[in-house]
């Protein structure tokens, strides 16, 4: 239950953006008399996902310094807050600020629940439980969607009443975990802020180049669940709902990826699991730029979802090896800032790709190029020190 209680909030982060999809054409009919409207409606959904990339690195050194669970507590309660806010608003600036708020919460969320599944467990358990973050997260983008879409049909106010499920986390948070005294004493609760303040020992040059390629990764990560239905639209299939439905099973590809991941990840050194989840980036997106039908088009897709699958906690894990309890907060917000802003990067990459080559095609093409480069980076990564066995070794404490 330990598990689960810090598996279920990664499900926060993640309703934070889809649960309101299906609902942005209502807001957009609600606000139409607000001058630019166009612009800043669509917002409603970015601002959480801007708050994390800026944020996570000060939501780590909070965590840090005061503590991981406690803070944790608190962000579920103003994620409730200011989630539901919009029930009672009336003013789109009040709105979005409450959405600001949303994502500072969303912040401490996704960096202290990551941060507590490292500090409790250890080796081949470590690797399961930030593995089936991936999985659940991406598991849960499909249900936030169909649910966003179910309450909005009595009213856009209703799907946010859903913010209010932070309690529920609240509560689990609160039985079943308890303030991890340190490496060495991960059962033990402590009994003071740990105010680890101090960067001594923080290793920058390798966390530098995993937040690095994890930047470059997340680009390809994302291209397929925010461009699969402009692609199949592009092929002739003019239904939205068909397009939706079919990105969605092309994706389950993701939570394949990641139980793959769960089978072969402590045992392969982290050079070997790069250079096999970039070729499959590659092919599939290759697959995706040549294919004249649906299905030729959805089988890239897979391919390539599968590949972005076992990327994720193999960067995620990779990172929380080399990270000592003192530093581990700071560290896991630099990999996750890094992971949101290349969320941010990825449809820029791919409409200025699709400008310079006359389309979506064209640019799926451009990025199988591209993740082709990440054969160098896994040679790159599998020569430098905690990349290979030495990372299993740390891994395993």
């Known amino acids: 239950m330990t598990g689960i209680s810090l598996l279920l909030p990664i499900t926060l982060t993640t309703m934070a953006v889809v649960l309101l999809t299906p609902i942005i054409p209502n807001l957009m009919a609600q606000f139409e008399g607000v001058p630019n409207h166009e612009y800043w409606v669509p917002m409603i959904l970015t601002f959480p996902s801007l708050c994390v990339a800026l944020l996570c690195p000060f939501a780590g050194m909070l965590g840090d310094y005061f503590g ?11 994620y409730a807050v200011v989630g539901v806010a919009p029930v009672f608003l009336s003013d789109l600036t009040h709105i979005l600020i409450s959405r600001v708020g949303v994502g500072i919460a969303e912040a401490l969320i996704y ?11 250890k080796g081949a358990s470590r690797d399961k439980w930030l593995a089936a973050q991936t999985a659940f997260a991406s598991m849960s983008a499909l249900l936030f969607f169909n649910l966003g879409g179910i309450m909005g049909e009595s009213g856009w106010r209703t799907p946010f009443w859903a913010y209010a499920s932070a309690l529920v986390m609240f ?10 005294a340190g490496e060495t004493r991960p059962d033990d609760e402590a009994n003071h802020a740990p105010h680890n303040s101090s960067w001594a020992g923080f290793p920058w040059a390798t966390m530098a180049m995993i937040v690095a390629i994890t930047v470059y990764g997340s680009v390809f990560f994302y291209t397929v669940q925010i461009q699969a239905p402009s692609g199949l639209a592009e092929l002739g299939l003019t239904s939205p709902a068909e397009r939706g439905f079919l990105t969605s099973i092309a994706s389950i590809g993701v939570p394949l990826g990641t139980f793959i991941y769960s089978r072969i990840g402590s045992k392969w050194p982290v050079g070997r699991l790069l250079l096999v989840e970039f070729a499959l980036l590659s092919f599939g997106f290759m697959l995706m730029a040549k294919a004249g039908t649906v299905v030729g088009f959805l089988a890239g897709c897979f391919v390539n979802q599968i590949g972005a699958g076992l990327l994720l906690p193999t960067l ?4 929380m090896s080399i990270l000592s309890f003192e530093i581990r907060g700071r560290g896991t917000g630099f990999w996750q800032s890094a992971f949101a802003f290349g969320q941010f990067l990825s449809p820029v990459v791919v409409t200025f790709a699709g400008q310079k080559t006359g389309g979506l095609l064209g640019a799926f093409m451009v990025l199988s190029i591209a993740a082709l480069g990440g054969v160098v980076i896994a040679l790159i990564a599998s020569r430098r020190n905690g990349a290979g066995p030495d990372r299993r070794a740390v891994a395993h404490g």
């Open 171 to 180: 509560a689990l948070v609160w039985k079943f975990t308890w303030e991890p």
């Open 68 to 78: 991981r669970r406690r803070l944790l507590l608190a962000s579920f309660l103003l």
């Open 316 to 319: 995620l894990v990779w990172s």
């Open 111 to 121: 960096v202290l629940s990551t941060t507590m599944i490292a500090d409790y467990y």
